[in-house]
């Protein structure tokens, strides 16, 4: 608690008390101080015992309740003043009355208390005057009101104080908002802000990561936050479109353009990248990882033994899980669709570059070509080739419980992205040897990107810390700092490749030479409310399995979203 | 005026000093008191469903809101959608199940525990408790339970009733009404409590007539008891009845809405078009359909309230 919120808390006090005085009439002793407990303790009353003893039984007659206080105050009253202790706590209370309590505990040797308790108490007697039982209930009514109006005044100003205080002393902050929460991504955060501390001592940073749901939760948070205009002072974005066709397009973002050149990104980050974060000849965010989204993860003591070998080819990958499937294993592709059906979305993109190629999938995803096309048709019929070989409560698992099916030996197969390597070495599996990777069948030599980039709102409450923070984001040393940790490649071209293990260090050198093409199921090739309608299609299209209606359905979503961005 | 100044001197003090008097406190104070809550009301709550219902009539389908006024073409786009289509079937359906499951079972056990048994406190609170946790953790709690792979399918298995099994949350046929049943886990001891206040409160001297009058315990039931119930009925009907047309919670954590559209409910998708896709026009005309949907069910309700208050 803060000296500005005890002051306001007395004030409000005072005020509600003086109103309660007012609408009573009569004087609580001690004056302004006996009006300013009094408030403090009708506070805690509403907060304490009213709205618990009287919410439940909100049907019953008003005339029942002061028998209920007067027993809950005396009960409440006396076992604090016998044992000194706080008043009970039935529930979680907000902050400002624990505060409200915390005061009201150390002042609970004034006077004033054994008044109220006889106010309430029995409902007769008050002073000299004798009250009839209506009057008592009316007197008190307007009391608990008065005490009401004050309580609504505490939070609000309660309210008001903290968010001051926070605006009120902008230099030495940074809020950095992310979606990183999980294990591997929230320590590569935390080395990211070490770094930053390392050069800003001064600066205090807020971690405001929002959990859950693969950064729809946080998507949803920060969007309200950005339309309120209390944006962060930077936030986790996917590359491209995610954050171009929203926050870019309705002019809540500032160009970063003139920090990309003074720090050299150019000769760093592959120009294709650049490209994917650009638009109208600015650069819009920082990329600070590059995951891989066309991986084909397989157990691989388990495809030795079945002597097959890993897929380069869609039809490859449909004649090698019949395989596996004739030798023994029921469900060789582990497939997870839970949360909303975008694991079966990359299935769907992945297909369409090995179908289409570089350009013609660049070209449907920005609605300049038709899903109708036999190419996506194409990749559609390989996804459903392959479903008769997938496990069919894909809707009750995620990808990680996918990589467990590989990991049990229950499933060989699973296409997903490099984030998948992060989960198999972290429950002990080791790269080359118990599992491998290869690019998902038919995209060799093509890259597909997933990049979390950093942009900088309008409006940051400490751009110039934020603009400190983009600089550790795209540097050297904080891109080697994180990505180990992530799981996930650097973006820049320039990291020593040896903090790596096989497998991404594979991943460096066909990201230096591959094709990069942005990713639609994780927000860089389309806006968001594209995405997420393939994604029902892609739910509907693992039970009904009709190629044709599906992709008629993705060029309705096409024309809707794609050709109007 | 022109009559004041007509009125002599003496007549027009009176009523002049009347009509100036300060409103006592009296008058105030009620007015004071409930001035706050109906501001706040009036903003918070009515003035909001204005700006939703405008924001459902305009075009502001990107992170930039634009007010280009377009009549009732998210509606019409809105009704066309599969999804939104499918939303409005399985609120119906689940709606059924929910309203049908907690009744009958709340009903079955309020009437059991009225039986003035040993133990019935105990059971009482037992059938209470689901309503004290969230429809986060009911919905956790019953995926896990239903988890083809792990949950109850291993005890089926285990006691060789492998044909009882079933896909339950992943199976498009049956993920609904898994969906119901954990619904109606969690708020038919809701119902109880409701249906047992009821019976405790339908006087004995009634039940004794009839069966002087020769009913036997069944008519009993079916002639008195339940007749009697109809109010309470009533009002575990629109209570539950707004719950399930708003269920979102639930359906978030046990399904997201999965697989396909098959436990897709309205809330979750007005959810998804407003934070996930941006359509925010879209997002608020779902929002004006629920609302909708919820006043055919409440108003009613109040009118028939109303009513009977008026007569009393």
Avoid at chain 1, 382 to 392: D, F, S
Avoid at chain 2, 84 to 89: H, N, P, R, Y
Wanted: proline share 5%; net charge positive.
């Amino acid at each position: 608690m803060t000296l500005t919120h005890l002051i306001v808390l007395l004030l409000v006090g005072a005020v509600a008390g003086l109103i309660g005085e007012r609408l009573v009439s009569r004087g609580t002793p001690g004056g302004l101080l006996g009006a300013i407990v009094a408030g403090l303790v009708g506070a805690w009353l509403m907060v304490d015992v009213l709205h618990l003893v009287i919410a439940p039984e909100l049907s019953c007659c008003s005339a029942w309740w002061p028998a209920e206080v007067s027993r809950a105050v005396g009960a409440g009253a006396s076992r604090r003043s016998q044992r000194g202790e706080g008043p009970p706590t039935r529930g979680p209370s907000p902050d400002a009355f624990l505060i409200i309590r915390r005061v009201f505990d150390e002042d609970s040797r004034w006077p004033p208390l054994g008044t109220w308790r006889r106010l309430f108490k029995g409902g007769g007697h008050m002073g000299n005057e004798r009250w009839s039982r209506r009057q008592f209930v009316s007197r008190a009514g307007k009391t608990a009101g008065g005490v009401v109006l004050g309580l609504s005044f505490a939070d609000f100003l309660a309210a008001c104080g903290t968010s001051n205080s926070a605006t009120g002393s902008g230099t030495g902050k940074l809020e950095i908002f992310s979606w990183w929460t999980g294990p591997g991504e929230k320590d590569g955060l935390a080395e990211m802000f070490k770094i930053y501390s390392k050069k800003y001592p001064s600066v205090t940073i807020t971690n405001s990561a929002v959990a859950g749901g693969a950064g729809s939760t946080a998507k949803a948070v920060l969007a309200t936050r950005m339309q309120g205009g209390n944006p962060p002072d930077s936030f986790q974005v996917h590359a491209g479109q995610e954050l171009i066709s929203s926050w870019v397009k309705a002019s809540k973002m500032e160009p970063i353009t003139s920090i990309w050149n003074s720090e050299g990104w150019d000769s760093k980050i592959p120009k294709d990248l650049k490209d994917i974060v650009s638009a109208n000849g600015d650069v819009w965010s920082v990329p600070v990882n590059v995951h891989r989204g066309n991986a084909l993860w397989y157990n691989k003591k388990l495809l030795d033994s079945k002597s097959v070998t890993p897929p380069q080819s869609g039809d490859d990958m449909t004649s090698a899980l019949s395989q596996l499937k004739a030798k023994g294993i029921a469900t060789p592709l582990a497939l997870a669709s839970k949360g909303g059906n975008w694991q079966v979305q990359m299935l769907l993109e992945n297909n369409i570059l090995a179908a289409g190629g570089a350009d013609f999938y660049k070209n449907v995803m920005a609605g300049k070509a038709s899903f109708t096309d036999a190419k996506v048709t194409q990749a559609l019929t390989w996804i459903k080739q392959w479903l008769p070989y997938a496990n069919t409560d894909s809707s009750a698992i995620d990808w990680d419980e996918a990589d467990n099916r590989l990991i049990a030996g229950t499933a060989v197969f699973h296409i997903m992205g490099d984030w998948a390597k992060g989960d198999f070495t972290s429950k002990n599996w080791v790269p080359n040897t118990d599992f491998g990777a290869v690019p998902s069948p038919g995209t060799t030599g093509k890259y597909m990107i997933v990049c979390d980039t950093f942009g900088l709102p309008k409006g940051a409450k400490d751009r110039d810390n934020a603009v400190g923070w983009l600089k550790v984001c795209g540097s050297q040393e904080g891109q080697a700092a994180f990505n180990p940790k992530k799981g996930s490649i650097p973006a820049r071209t320039d990291v020593s490749a040896s903090l790596f293990d096989a497998i991404a260090q594979q991943f460096m050198a066909e990201f230096k030479t591959d094709t990069l093409v942005p990713s639609s199921a994780h927000g860089s090739a389309t806006p968001p409310n594209f995405a997420n309608g393939v994604n029902d299609e892609m739910g509907q299209f693992l039970q009904n399995k009709d190629v044709t209606k599906t992709a008629s359905n993705l060029q309705k979503l096409s024309d809707e979203f794609l050709k109007t961005a | 005026m022109a009559t004041a100044s007509a009125q002599p001197v003496m007549v027009e003090r009176l009523p002049r000093s009347r009509s100036l008097r300060l409103p006592t406190w009296e008058k105030l104070t009620p007015l004071l008191l409930l001035s706050p809550s109906v501001i706040l009301i009036a903003v918070f709550v009515y003035g909001f469903i204005g700006a939703t219902i405008r924001t459902s009539l305009v075009r502001w389908n990107s992170a930039l809101p634009d007010y280009t006024f377009v009549g009732l073409h998210n509606y019409q786009r809105l009704f066309q959608l599969e999804r939104f289509q499918a939303d409005l079937v399985n609120t119906v359906h689940f709606t059924a199940i929910f309203l049908a499951g907690c009744i009958v079972i709340g009903l079955g056990t309020a009437v059991l525990l009225d039986q003035r048994l040993r133990g019935t406190l105990f059971f009482q609170n037992v059938y209470m408790y689901p309503l004290a946790l969230s429809f986060v953790v009911t919905g956790t709690v019953w995926r896990w339970i239903l988890n083809p792979n792990s949950g109850v399918n291993v005890i089926l298995d285990n006691l060789h009733l492998g044909f009882l099994k079933s896909g339950w949350l992943t199976d498009t046929h049956t993920a609904l009404n898994s969906l119901g049943l954990a619904a109606v886990w969690q708020m038919s001891g809701f119902c109880m409590a409701m249906f047992l206040a009821g019976l405790r409160g339908i006087p004995e001297e009634l039940r004794e007539a009839a069966r002087v009058d020769g009913a036997n315990e069944w008519q009993l039931f079916w002639r008195i008891t339940f007749p009697l119930l109809r109010p309470i009925t009533l009002s575990a009907v629109i209570i539950l009845g707004h719950i399930s047309l708003k269920i979102f919670d639930l359906v978030y954590v046990m399904t997201f809405g999965g697989p396909g559209y098959a436990t897709d409910m309205p809330s979750l998708y007005m959810w998804i078009a407003t934070f996930g896709q941006f359509l925010y026009s879209r997002g608020a005309a779902i929002a004006v359909v629920l609302l909708l949907m919820v006043a055919v069910l409440i108003v009613p309700y109040l009118v028939w309230n109303l009513r009977g208050e008026t007569e009393q």
